[in-house]
Nanobody
Framework: QVQLVESGGGLVQAGGSLRLSCAAS????MGWFRQAPGKEREFVVA????????RYADSVKGRFTISRDNAKNTVYLQMNSLKPEDTAVYYC????????????????WGQGTQVTVSS
């Protein structure tokens, strides 16, 4: 069982920045997903256990950066140049079998943190 604790959401103006954190109880593949009101949950970014490989959704490439501190079992999502369309509940996810979407679906999820970007 992997437990995840997220923090760092909030309200920011368009063009601003936020950093999300996710502390895990183990060293796993990690990722962030988001769900906007009335929309399905979507993939944002994933990172391998060692942190050497990352994968981003096209909508956030060049603006968001994922990193991890394995000594703290913590993953960070630095979000820059935020847009109103980034407004969503952001979920941290952990997977033990791989870093594909199905792996995260079978894995563990945080409680979610709200990110609101005002125009």
């Amino acid at each position: 069982q992997v437990q995840l604790v997220e923090s760092g959401g909030g309200l920011v103006q368009a063009g601003g920045s936020l950093r999300l954190s996710c502390a895990a109880s183990g060293r796993t593949f990690m990722g962030w997903f988001r769900q906007a009101p009335g929309k399905e949950r979507e993939f944002v970014v994933a990172i391998t256990r060692g942190g050497g490989n990352t994968r981003y959704a096209d909508s956030v490439k060049g603006r968001f950066t994922i990193s991890r501190d394995n000594a703290k079992n913590t993953v960070y999502l630095q979000m820059n140049s935020l847009k109103p369309e980034d407004t969503a509940v952001y979920y941290c996810a952990a997977a033990t079998t791989g870093w594909g979407l199905n792996d995260y679906e079978k894995g563990y999820w945080g409680q979610g943190t709200q990110v609101t970007v005002s125009s």
